[in-house]
């Protein structure tokens, strides 16, 4: 089957810079990506949700980019903080209309 | 508003046993989804209803796992008998969607399981 990938599953910031954290799909017919973020011990945590239409969708603090050209979607987060260190996954909705999850990034913000 | 209610949160139990997890989700949240969580990787569906109907259960081990969903509010995921590889964190979440799978998920912090 197809599945969500990510490109690395660890990434170390400095409090205040910016993160960039990366996903590769396979499924080009999937038609709506989230992104959600997971601390320890807890349920994922919706953070920001982009449609197959869109390249760019931005929240607060956090920006959603999608290339589907390149099967790519990334997750900026601005001005990082210690309470964003956690696990983040990028999930696709595939045709099937299933929610797929990819194995997820650890960030780790150092202070 | 309250958020999705899970238990136990923590269960221990040896293989071959039986275990039983309860959801109780969103108020009004017509979806509702079982995920397997196994350490180090993301949610994996299990089964999901729309209201007391099975939408998906692809995913479903059928032979020792089983949920339901009767009044199409609370749901029970069941195990039975366990495996050691069913060690993991079992989340339920639900979502005001019908269907479409493109609105927000609203997850519960889940069950742990350990299956000595």
């Known amino acids: 089957g197809e599945n969500v990938g990510l490109h690395l599953p660890t990434l170390s910031v400095q409090e205040g810079d910016n993160s960039i954290i990366n996903c590769a799909y396979s499924n080009s017919a999937s038609d709506y990506f989230i992104w959600y973020k997971q601390e320890s011990g807890k349920g994922p945590q919706f953070i920001i949700d982009i449609r197959s239409n869109m390249d760019k969708r931005q929240g607060q603090r956090v920006t959603v980019l999608l290339n589907k050209t390149v099967k790519h979607l990334s997750l900026q987060i601005a001005a990082t903080q210690p309470g964003d260190s956690a696990v983040y996954f990028c999930a696709e909705n595939t045709p099937a209309r299933q929610l797929t999850f990819g194995s997820g990034t650890q960030l780790t913000v150092l202070p | 508003e309250a958020g999705v209610a899970q238990s136990p949160r923590y269960k221990i139990i040896e293989k071959r046993q039986s275990v039983a997890f309860w959801c109780n989700p969103i108020?009004?949240?017509?979806?509702l989804y079982w995920y397997q969580q196994i350490l180090g990787q993301g949610p994996k569906l299990l089964i999901q209803f729309q209201n007391n109907g099975v939408v998906d259960d692809s995913q479903l081990p059928k032979d020792r796992f089983s949920a339901e969903r009767l009044k199409g509010v609370d749901s029970t995921l069941k195990i039975q008998p366990a495996k050691l590889e069913d060690s993991a964190v079992y989340l339920c979440?639900?979502?005001?969607?019908?269907?479409?799978?493109?609105?927000?998920?609203?997850f519960g912090e889940g069950s742990r399981l350990t299956v000595l």
């Open positions: 979440a639900s979502s005001e969607d019908t269907g479409a799978n493109t609105g927000e998920l609203f």
């Open positions: 108020s009004g949240h017509a979806t």
